[in-house]
């Protein structure tokens, strides 16, 4: 026998959540770039991916955002 519960998804805004992580991505070739807290190191890689491969003139952030269940009522 078990019980149904109630739950709603919502970002984790914990203390001991995972960071938010930020990864840059070629749009032409899919090649990712490292993963990091903060965007900073983003355009780093990109200008250093488009210096070995010029003719690749896209990229993506891919933004990792952890987020939670949070418990509710018992049904
Ligand atoms: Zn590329």
Redesign the pocket.
Known sequence: MFRLREYTIEPDLEPDAEPIAFTGQ??????LGPTGEGGGHLTGWMLA?LRA?PD?LTYREIITRPYRAVPGRWL
């Open positions: 070629c749009a032409v070739c899919g090649r991916h491969h690749h």
